[in-house]
């Protein structure tokens, strides 16, 4: 079980660095308006960035662009959990057969 | 409506579970790459539980040599985390009343800790006990699974067969639809952040498509808005 130091420097240097990422959001908000357009941009963040993580890993292939449908037709439907299990089923069974 | 710590911390367990679910085979693949880079189980410990941020950490064990590339990891952590500044900027608010477990929440802010408390958000105020249910045992089961993929890396070569890396798309596909709030307001918003992250991401190295899709989500936004209608009057539509 050993560290060795130029190791432990990248790793300290990767966590101040996204610890920064983490708190400099806390920061500005704070100064941040509650109504206007500000407000309008920063309530449509979440859904924003979920979409931007994700779009582009569903339209990597075609078994995962029909998952992604699929997965986003059963979460009209089913709780989170479920639809994990059917998407991953279904990306796995898609690999299987056309893989 | 307010609840009960206790009651807070069940939700909490519930709501984190099919994270938990996608995030222990990422972590045991993460596990497996950095002992294939030849870093030590403990290394590992130290990078998941200092950086905590998975996908940094999956493409920084990527980039990994002897001697470590400092700089290069310390910018591409930069860059593939600068998403958690859109983050915080937005659950700022809503965990004000955190007051000096602000700086902890922020350490423990990961998409999925972000993600099930702006779902909850919607429904009632975060509490302090659901908030760091949620984040701590996702700490605790990244430490356990990226040491534990250290260990037993060798048994785990096709993960990908599993469809166990759809996991993750499938929850925030999921969570995004929680977000909805009709065509008129909403579709602009995933259209044009779908669009632009799909564009720069096929076209710009890097993690610039997260920060370039959600801009263009909020620009969507800020666009659709109804403008003549006064702030106090779209405040007292449920």
Redesign the interface.
Known sequence: ????P?????????????????????L???R?PK???V?????????????????????SGPI?AV??LA??LL??RLP??G??VV???????L??AF? | MTTSPLADVRAGLIAVFPPVVAVVPFALILGQQATAKGLSPAEMLAMSSIVFAGSSQLIAVGLWSQPAPIAALALMALLVNLRHVLMGASLSGKIAHFGRLRPLAAFLLTDEAWALSERRAIDQPISRAFYFTVALTLFGFWQVASVLGTLLGAHLEHPEALGLDFAFPAIFIALALGFWKGARRTGPVLAASATVAVIVHATVPGAWYVIAGALAGIVAAVLAAPRATPAAAEEATP
């Open positions: 079980m050993t560290i060795d130029v190791n432990l420097a990248a790793i300290l240097a990767m966590g101040i660095v996204t610890y920064l990422t983490r708190i400099a959001g806390f500005i908000a704070d941040l109504s206007g357009p407000r309008v941009a920063l309530d449509a963040l979440p859904p924003a960035v979920l979409v931007a993580v994700v779009a582009p890993i569903v339209l995962e998952a992604g997965t986003l979460a009209f989170l959990i639809v994990v998407g991953v089923g279904l990306v796995a069974l690999r299987l893989g």
